[in-house]
Each structure stands twice: as structure tokens, then as C-alpha cells.
């Protein structure tokens, strides 16, 4: 068993014991990835996957940000976003939501777009890991890589399920995006390169054995490739990530909106390998997302077929 996950583990087996709960072997679950998709029956209507969004803190718009992600992804797919948004541009803020015994029932899958650099509570971090150590999926956003990484080695829990490092970024300009996995069904639709209205590239410090990078960015600062997009496995906790988003234009975009989407719907299991979700779950239909004080996407950029 992998050393790493071993350790990850070891992190979260003091708090659960400290809450009366059991730990479950995760190397005796069969992971979901090789699995075949279900789609719903003719006829059968599905309940939307619910998605909880965390949101909040340092330095980015995340009221305009979490309208960008609720409705976006409701277009494209049939997914139900709930937001909780805290911190008020503080980084040590402490999400009330996490305090919550068993925060993430009722949801099919976490979104992470916070900005808590300066929360240290292990205890506190432990809470979080702990529901998706036991299979709750995650989308991780931009800043959401370098929330807790202050928190000594209980960050390294956070990465881990992550699944790649960042504590640094370069010098804000556009990225140059390249699809270096164009066969993975999160990325059928992406084009092969991408330049971003705006950006801000994470340096990528480690990448975690069970993470698959799927894009890459120059930086020109480092003078190396970092990892922008990926998928993640955890045990059997299935995870996407990326680190554009730092703008609102380049969360706007067709192209971050439809593998974000793709990202989603990959970790529930909603995702067939052309890159379109199962039957049941397609979207509303796409169209501009106003947002107060920027103009929306013009109806020429968006996308005539699905």
C-alpha cells in the first residue's frame, strides 16, 4: 500500500476515533473508476446531482464566481449547486459548514473554491478530509490548492487528496493551455490549446502518485510545465481539479465551464467516454450567465451544437 496514503490515513484515524467512528479500510473498496456509467431507463426521470459549493475568502470574486458555477454547470448538466460562501476576504476564517457533524450528507459531490491560507487547526482540517476520505467526491478550484497550507503536516492530507502541490504562482498574465490527454473523456470537447482571457499559474510543486494530469501550462518564470488541469483517485474518492480561475472572464469561458462540467460529472460517475453526461442528466441548454457589472459571454462565442 502506498506509503502516502498510509500517512494521509493515520492524519484522519485520530479525529474519527475522537468522534466514535469506526475507520474503514479504503484499500478493501473497489475503486468506482473502472465502472460503466448508468444511464437512466426510457421514461425515468433522475434527480439532479447535488453539489455543494464551499466559497469564500481571500482575493478573488467568489459572489459573482459562485453565480459563474451554479449556473454554468447547470446548464451543460444536470447538476443542483448549493453555495455557501464565508470569510469575507479573510484567510483564516473557519467555514461554519465544516463544523456541521456529518457537513457533507445530502450531497453528491463537494466544490472547493475557498481561499483559507491561514486556517491552521489540524483538528478543524481533519473534518474536511474526513468525508472525503470516505468517498465523498471533490471538485478542487485556483485557490482551494493553497487553502490549509500553513497547517503543518496535516496539509500534506489536503494534497494528497488533491492530488498535486502548490503553495506560489506566477506573475499574473493569459496561459497558454495545452491538452496533453485529448483521449480522457473529461477532456473530449477541449481543444488541443488554449490561451485564457487572464490567468494565474499555480506552480506545481509535487504531483501525487494516484493524480493524472490531463493539461499543462508553460511558466515562463520557472521556466517549466505545470500541471492545469487533472483527476485524482483516493481509495475509492474520485477527484477533479484545476488551477485556472483566478479571473471571472476565464471561469465565463466555454472551455473552463465544459470541463469543469465534464470534471463533475466524471467523479459521480456521470461521464460517458465521448464526453457527453449519461442519459438523463444533460443540461438546460447553454446561454449567457449576466453577472452585475460584467458583461455576459456574447451569444456569438457560445457553442451552436452540443
Known sequence: MDQSLNKTRAFLAIAMLGCGVVAISLGNVASA??????????????APIRALLISGGCCHDYPRQGIIIS?????????????VEEGDGKKDH????????????????????ECFGDVKDEAFIRKILKAHMEGKPAIFIHCSMHSYRNAGDIADGWRELIGVT??????????????IMPQHPV??????????PNGELYVIEKVWPNCTPLATAFGPQT??????????TLGKT?????????????????????????????????????GQPVSGYEGSGIAPIELPGLKPIPEKSLPTTR
Open 223 to 232: 521556466k517549466a510545465e505545470h500541471p492545469v488541469i487533472w483527476v485524482n
Open 166 to 179: 502548490s503553495r506560489r504562482h506566477e506573475s499574473a498574465r493569459p496561459e497558454n493551455v495545452v491538452n
Open 94 to 113: 473557519q467555514v461554519s459548514k465544516y463544523n456541521e457533524a456529518n457537513w457533507a450528507d445530502g450531497y453528491d459531490v463537494i466544490i472547493h473554491n
Open 187 to 196: 477532456m473530449k470537447g477541449f481543444p488541443e490549446k488554449w490561451t485564457t
Open 71 to 83: 449556473k454554468g454547470l447547470a446548464q451543460r448538466a444536470r447538476i443542483q449547486v448549493d453555495v
Open 238 to 274: 474520485k477527484v477533479f481539479g484545476t488551477t485556472l480561475g483566478h479571473h471571472n472572464e476565464t471561469m465565463l469561458s466555454e472551455e473552463w465551464l465544459g470541463v469543469v462540467t465534464r470534471g463533475v460529472l466524471w467523479t459521480v460517475d456521470k461521464l460517458q467516454e465521448n
Open 33 to 46: 473508476q473502472g465502472e460503466q456509467p448508468a444511464s437512466a431507463k426510457a421514461g425515468e426521470s433522475v
